[in-house]
């Protein structure tokens, strides 16, 4: 529980909250900013809301321009709301529902399209854990009759494949299987994968795709074996070429144990980038809520 904007962003940084989450806990954070402040003036309302949009927009740097996109539409509505005589705190939350509906009304279209590339009771390889889409890829499937089977990588160190995943795919009917990270090269061809698809935390203009670490090598493994791999998300002109996006790096002491548990010999030093880079002549497509779109043609999105 949450009871000041910096708790949010702090658990965003935490990662308590992960994939689509954090945008949505952004969002329900200025709209709590905007509650610490409402017996403020004005002027120090808008104070208060700009930093709390600096503060939860930043609490991760990879993603801080799409979430930067989150907090500033709220801080818009925090202020019309003011200069109207309305609670800004009761704007800025119904504007975070408006916003957690449209990313899953986005989800739900992308879906549709790319379980059209999905053969009939195929095999599908995940990674990470993609929230909203991946419920929506799989609901698609049944609604279809696609009884497809779902493998999904454990993604140490936080296990999001084999503890979110794969929760998800099991308790919504498929046949789902758990493997170890170092695994996807060599069960793609002995368990005949069809796609490999993941989310991305950034899809840039140029093509490359920021996700999970671990997301390129799998991709390679895919290119390798001729299985195409779709990223689903939406292109962000915030980010024209990767150079712009900052890698983040966590605690390296995280990937020296599993689930508490240590796993390396003390003094052994861990290194943790949160995410890799995926150059775009290693997928097929992005998958958005218009169209499948050549990684080297993302500018189409917009026009």
């Known amino acids: 529980e949450c009871t000041r904007h910096e708790e949010v962003a702090r658990a965003i940084a935490d990662m308590v909250t992960q994939s689509g989450g954090p945008y949505t806990a952004a969002a329900m954070g200025m709209a709590l900013a905007a509650y610490e402040a409402r017996r403020m003036s004005e002027d120090e309302f808008i104070e208060h809301m700009t ?27 925090a202020e019309e709301a003011v200069k109207q005589g309305r609670r800004a705190d009761e704007a800025v939350f119904l504007h975070a529902i408006e916003l957690t509906n449209h990313r899953y009304n986005e989800s739900r279209k992308a879906a549709k399209y790319l379980v059209d590339k999905i053969p009939k009771d195929g095999t599908i390889m995940t990674q990470c854990f993609a929230e909203t889409v991946i419920g929506m890829i799989l609901r698609e499937c049944r609604e279809r009759g696609n009884n497809v089977k779902v493998i999904c990588p454990e993604t140490r160190p936080y296990f999001q494949g084999a503890r979110l995943t794969a929760s998800v795919a099991y308790d919504m009917g498929f046949d789902v299987t758990v493997i170890s990270d170092n695994m996807p090269a060599y069960v793609m061809k002995a368990k005949g994968v069809d796609l490999f698809t993941s989310a991305a935390d950034v899809i840039c203009m140029d093509g490359h795709i920021v996700n999970k670490v671990g997301t390129f090598q799998i991709a390679l493994a895919a290119k390798h074996w001729g ?23 966590r605690d390296g002491d995280l990937v020296l144990e599993a689930m508490g548990v240590r796993t390396a010999m003390q003094g052994v030093k861990g290194f943790y980038p949160a995410f890799d880079i995926t150059p775009p002549d290693l997928c097929e497509g992005v998958v958005t809520d218009k169209a499948i779109y050549s990684p080297f043609e993302l500018e189409r999105y917009y026009k």
């Open 227 to 249: 299985i195409p791999y779709y990223v689903t998300g939406t292109p962000d002109r915030k980010h024209p070429t990767v150079d712009t996006v900052k890698i983040e790096e």
């Open 51 to 77: 930093g709390a949009a600096y503060t939860l927009s930043h609490a991760r740097p990879t993603t801080s321009k799409k979430m930067e996109a989150v907090t500033a539409s709220c801080l818009s509505v």
